[in-house]
């Protein structure tokens, strides 16, 4: 059984090794949910299976201590009532624990093989996993699948593919023959073993619950190690899923399946520390707020801690032609999600005395209305405006709305949407506000959601420094920049690698700055304060397992 | 000139690459210190160029605070006297940090030649170096010419080549055109950069300066750092020939030389905590004690932290018919520069009813007894004994030497050697410790030096208990084993596993389990309290640098 999954699954995991490599565009998995590819009653059938966890009890035989109901309120109204088992932190950690002897025996085939055929049954309940994914985040059915569905899926094939890359850059066994002049030479035979850290602990976010989980999950898995995984309270659905067909798997092929345990929590009751701080937790991957996540940083010394958090994505506006294409481009950037990506900008740098576009001054005021006209046009129409929007997560990003509105004037003022499919629910347009340059203390933190500040610098070179300081003291996970000047984009080029943030450049077609594509983007860069780490490179994996070595 | 050196040099950091993934034996370098290969004069230059450094000032021009002469008291008798610069940190840090750029602007290409030509430069000088290690450590001759030249140097190269690989793991450049379906594909070009974290602090050890800080040192310069190289005050020579010339070869491509600088402190008033604390120190490696070791990690979170501690290393005895074998392989072990090796083994564990020898019981003391005659005769010729032995590289190993004797029965006693050539000086042979397996206390902490414990267990299955929990908890970088029973190396290959602890079994000729060859064998495993890295990996160097990516 152990090698028949790798076989089975090798060539799609060669071509993801490749694709890694090489870094064009490559999907493992259909990002559409057409019936061609998915099955005529795909979407009706994953419509059921949804519904069929409502109300109900969560079937996973783990050790437990009674049941919780997490936090899922639904932000479409749809009431989740799951009961999940409760987590007894003891008697899970050892029960993780003492699978991992036999998941270390199956070696870097036998786990990536199993990694990969998890990730096929989740690619196959796709419908059943976005509508999931959309009721606990708020995000819009399309986003819902793609994100939290395949492209979420390509992330933890990803992670499979460069962690078995890196478990297989050295061989399992080698012979050492040192010449001695006339004597004969000395011989040892070498064996070398990648031994997993221990127990991994998986933190889920509440707003892309598998996009942003996988890739800690299947990293940790395929490199040898247990995986805890504690989702978000309000966005446990997606991972109970997730690790119910994990489980499923590991039983098939023999392995305990308390290697994967889920570990759910209440937002009142939280357990997280509990288990960041066990001491046999030795890995801990991280999506949310940077107060956790650099306490995370800071008190789990037993543990090797990846994590991304809060930072202040932006964009210069420099001399540029097309402002319609700005315009456009923006606009759907800031639309998506209503801005509760975490690659969403926050800070647009224009110079006060604006930018020449077709070789006439337009004013920054003009840009900035430029911008929020195109939102305006954008969202027009609430039948398609809320397939992009999604909703609000939850009502602290609504307090936080209001607050910006207080920090400046308001260039464009949020309006609520009626759903035409869910009533009452909480569907708002972005807001836009205006800010001087030096009132960089109300744009330097993030304001998650849908939250823009147009910002008047003294130039261009003025906003690249304030950028820069932004970025390198408080984080971003993007960068965009507009400039029709090839040595202010070689400028900015040079302090996006000083402020250690990933630049779009030119973006005014199909492709956004808030998009990241699996084997060919990464995602955050670990080199300033809004992530240590990035996905997905050879660092992101090699400290989650050693070489272990036996000679003869 | 960029490129001139990596041209230069491309075939051998080939051959290093390769060797590195087949690990089998390759080395770059020459151990022999032999007229044929180093030349005629080799030896006699590189004592007069070891002598011209006496008694002066060492020149080197950075940024400095009037000077210092370090803690050399030359153990073998020579009178250092040297005059170093003292640093002053601010002004080194920021001179450092200021040559940066242009040193990232070589590309991993271009610094990885002139890592590469600084390592045959440094080979030239192997003699020069060989001497300064001596006469710094207290190494016999031909150990400081292999361990602190070749084999330092291919330690270097070592981490060069994963350096370059895992910059080259990703292309510079990539096209990534996504299908629309009917419509135009999206395109974008993709541009990815390695950029290093900034400026890393390298701390030398007293016993091998160079062997063990040339990894941190070369895989922080190839991935685009710079470099403070702080030296054990007791070892600053072979670290500040080596500093210079790598400033040499930087000013001969145009890079400022302070990219690289020497910070040589005292004994009594040392730096390393100012330099390991300061906020643009992103990357530290250190070898040296558990206590600072652990100081470092607990309190330095604003670098990637690498450390070598503290271990008790360990043998484990069972039935084996070559106890003669055994005997001469641990005497040269235990012998070789006086035990004062992070790989020589401590604890030596035997079962308290002796083991099979041939079909007959062998007792525990006539065990103990036949190694402590194997040592006894090994040294019995003073002329050959210090040239294993070296000399006692400061008073605390005395001390320390003595304490043990006070723990239980001495099987060996030490005595002193007169050396025939230099006299006076502190020349040791090991003393063996009787002590039971329950006096665990006694044995579960380093005591650094020619100091061997020979513990009576209650049988091998106690044995591999014993030495799973003392290095579990206290960490180790060898573990040994003597067994003709293949059921019991496979036991204690599955505890190695578990404890995190490389292992070598049944040595009985001329490979000893405290040699650890470049390219082959991993220098600790970074999975238990001796060290959190392991030489060389892929995680020693892919958390030197991010990759920072442009698209448009």
Not at 449 to 470: H, L, N, W, Y
Request: aromatic share 8%.
């Amino acid at each position: 059984m152990s090698l028949e999954l790798f076989e089975r699954h090798q060539e799609k995991l060669d071509q993801a090794c490749a694709a890694a490599r090489s870094r064009g565009y490559w999907s493992a998995y259909k990002e559409m949910p057409s019936p061609r590819v998915y099955g005529e009653s795909a979407q009706n059938d994953g419509i059921k299976a949804f519904q069929s966890h409502l109300g109900k009890a969560f079937e996973i035989d783990q050790p437990h201590n009674g049941t919780t109901k997490g936090s899922e309120d639904g932000p479409f109204g749809v009431t989740f009532d799951i009961d999940y088992p409760a987590p007894d932190v003891n008697a899970m950690m050892t029960a993780a624990k003492a699978a991992i002897p036999a998941w270390r025996k199956l070696g870097p085939k036998g786990r990536a093989g199993v990694c990969m055929e998890v990730l096929e049954r989740l690619n196959a309940r796709s419908f059943e996993i976005a509508f999931s994914v959309m009721h606990t985040t708020g995000q819009a059915f399309m986003m819902a699948f793609q994100a939290g569905g395949a492209h979420a899926q390509d992330r933890g094939l990803e992670a499979v593919a460069y962690g078995y890359d890196e478990m297989m850059r050295h061989p399992e066994t080698a012979d050492w023959v040192k010449p001695q002049g006339k004597n004969d030479p000395l011989e040892m035979k070498k064996k070398f073993t990648a031994v997993g850290r221990g127990v991994a602990l998986m933190v889920g976010c509440a707003t892309f619950p598998t996009w942003n989980g996988y890739p800690g999950l299947f990293a940790s898995l395929v490199t040898g190690n247990a995986v805890i995984v504690k989702p978000h309270p309000r966005a446990v659905l997606p991972l109970a899923i997730t690790v119910r067909v994990i489980r499923d798997v590991l039983s098939e092929v023999g392995i305990d399946p308390n290697l994967v345990c889920l570990a759910v929590d209440t937002l009142e009751a939280p357990i997280t520390k509990e288990f960041a701080t066990h001491p046999d937790t030795k890995i801990i991957d991280f999506t949310g707020s940077s107060e956790f996540g650099n306490w995370l940083e800071d008190n789990c010394k037993q543990a090797q801690v990846y994590t991304e958090k809060a930072g202040v994505n932006a964009i210069i506006i420099d001399d540029f032609d097309d402002i319609k294409g700005i315009a456009r481009n923006l606009s759907f950037t800031f639309s998506l999600y209503s801005g509760q990506m975490c690659t969403t900008p926050q800070n647009i740098f224009i110079p006060k005395g604006g930018i020449d576009v077709n070789g006439e001054n337009m004013s920054f005021d003009d840009v900035a209305k430029a911008i929020a006209t195109g939102v305006e046009k954008f969202l027009s129409v609430p039948e398609r405006a809320v397939e992009v929007l999604g909703t609000i997560q939850n009502k602290a990003i609504l307090d936080r709305m209001e607050q910006a509105k207080g920090l400046g004037e308001v260039v464009l003022d949020t309006t609520q949407i009626d759903h035409p499919m869910f009533k009452g629910i909480q569907c708002h347009t972005p807001v836009i506000v205006k800010l001087n340059g030096d009132e960089i203390d109300k744009y330097s933190e993030e304001l998650f959601g849908p939250i823009v500040f147009v910002i008047a610098t003294e130039d261009t070179a003025d906003s690249i420094q304030k950028m820069r300081k932004t970025i390198s003291e408080h984080g971003a996970i993007t960068l965009g920049m507009y400039s029709k000047n090839e040595d202010v984009i070689a400028q900015v080029e040079e302090a996006a690698l000083e402020a250690g943030v990933n630049l779009s450049i030119n973006l005014t077609g199909g492709v956004f700055v808030n998009q990241s594509a699996a084997f060919s983007d990464f995602h955050a860069t670990g080199a300033n304060p809004a992530a240590n780490a990035a996905l997905t490179d050879g660092n992101f994996v090699s400290g989650r397992f050693r070489v272990m070595q036996s000679r003869r």
